[in-house]
């Protein structure tokens, strides 16, 4: 029976909860205390504007660590047949008897080099990055989790699994035409839906994680999470800088490398923007205000699912901010498993988002999972190497992933600009 991990309820868990509070409740206290000082005297003092800072790093910290503790408990086991029970199994057999076969097949690659019972895929040219063995399923599966656990962009995206090389998804961006009549008055025909055809191709990605021969004889170690655990963080930290800044060669399309225009112009194709009221900072007065147009650049629909993404520097800036009533604006997860809130809406942090700075798209706000498409084409590639790097034995492993926006109504961005 598969172990189900309720994160909300382990201690570790409970104590990085606590401390999160704690650390937020002191930067209130000494952020209060800096504001009142700047209302006196019109500046705050160098020691208490220190201890402010040394506060807001302590909370980041503390976001940090609850961050890691609900990541890894969403890291489940291998189930037994393999099989992550909300993804199909994409035309593979899928009986017992055969998983365990290419499962045992593939522990023998792994181990010894011996490749008898796997799958082959070759280069269809010398340039291409994608021959070696097709993993088995238990494998890809425990990537494709450790991934969605460690991507944040997987976390707030839709995600498709995809047998081809091109993923082309057709779309209205105009709309179907309708009207209203009377019970037995004519129907005049109405305009078609204006259609785009937009294209996601994947790209290969990969990694070359290394062990030594004691390390793959050892009957203990699982060599699908070992496999999975090393290409993890080299897979999702590619993954994360091509879903947000990528130009679409032979990576995905990240969301801030479309054009992006002020949003009262914006067309289909066009991410639109909300001016922060100052070059390269927020507008000194009501900063807040200008955060409320942002959440309300996106249509109503988009707005029940809406989420601000951005990194550290910027959650740090925005978390000593207030409304009109002296409440502050950025509140953390009230649980375990939750996220941080800003305006009442959800907050991803994402490092690969761009600082604060003159003219750069710093936050980003809609509905994610209506807004991009992450594309996989199944099928994951191991090629076993140990002659490169004597003793060791390297796994040259590739995937392929594409990415793009679908819908470009539903991001919009907050450009730092004074309009």
Do not use: C
């Amino acid at each position: 029976m598969k172990e189900t991990k309720t994160v909300s309820g382990t201690p570790e868990a409970r104590a990085a909860m606590h401390e999160m509070m704690a650390a937020f409740e002191a930067f209130k206290g000494a952020n209060d205390a800096r504001l009142d000082e700047i209302e006196r005297k019109r500046s705050a003092d160098a020691l208490l504007e220190e201890k402010v800072a040394r506060i807001d790093q302590a909370v980041g910290a503390a976001q940090a660590r609850l961050d890691r503790v609900v990541s890894e408990g969403r890291r489940p086991g291998i189930e037994s047949d393999g099989r992550h029970p909300s993804v199909p199994a994409l035309g593979r057999a899928t009986s017992p008897l055969h998983g365990e076969e290419t499962k045992a097949a593939f522990d023998g690659y792994l181990k010894t080099g011996a490749s008898f019972g796997l799958e082959l895929k070759a280069g269809l040219s010398t340039a291409s990055n994608s021959a070696g063995y097709v993993v088995p399923e238990q494998t890809e599966r425990a990537i494709e989790r450790r991934l969605m656990a460690g991507s944040p962009m997987r976390e707030i995206a839709t995600v498709r699994t995809v047998g081809a090389g091109v993923f082309r998804k057709p779309v209205s961006t105009a709309g179907v035409a309708s009207g209203w009549v009377a019970e037995t008055a004519a129907r005049p025909e109405t305009d078609p839906a204006t259609l785009a055809l937009l294209e996601f191709p994947s790209a290969d990605l990969y990694a070359n994680p290394a062990a030594t021969q004691s390390l793959l004889d050892d009957a203990l170690i699982d060599l699908d999470e070992w496999l999975a655990a090393e290409v993890e963080d080299a897979f999702a930290a590619q993954e994360t800088q091509a879903f947000v800044t990528g130009d679409g060669v032979n990576k995905p399309k990240g969301f801030l490398s479309y054009p992006i225009v002020t949003d009262a112009s914006a067309v289909w194709g066009e991410i639109g923007s909300v001016a922060s009221g100052a070059a390269g900072a927020f507008a000194p007065n009501s900063p807040t205000d200008r955060l409320i147009d942002l959440v309300y650049a996106p249509k109503a629909q988009y707005r029940p699912n809406g989420r601000f993404v951005m990194n550290r520097k910027t959650v740090s800036a925005v978390r000593k901010f207030k409304d009109a009533d002296g409440n502050y604006i950025w509140q953390p997860a009230q649980r375990a498993g939750e996220t941080a809130s800003l305006l009442g809406y959800r907050v991803t942090e994402i490092e690969t988002m761009p600082d604060i700075a003159a003219n750069s798209a710093a936050i980003a706000f809609g509905d994610f999972q209506r807004g991009y498409l992450i594309v996989d084409r199944a099928g994951v590639r191991v090629l076993r190497d140990p002659y490169s790097a004597k003793p060791y034995v390297l796994f040259y492993t590739t995937k392929r992933v594409g990415g793009g926006v679908q819908n470009f109504d539903a991001i919009k961005v907050m450009k730092f600009s004074a309009s």
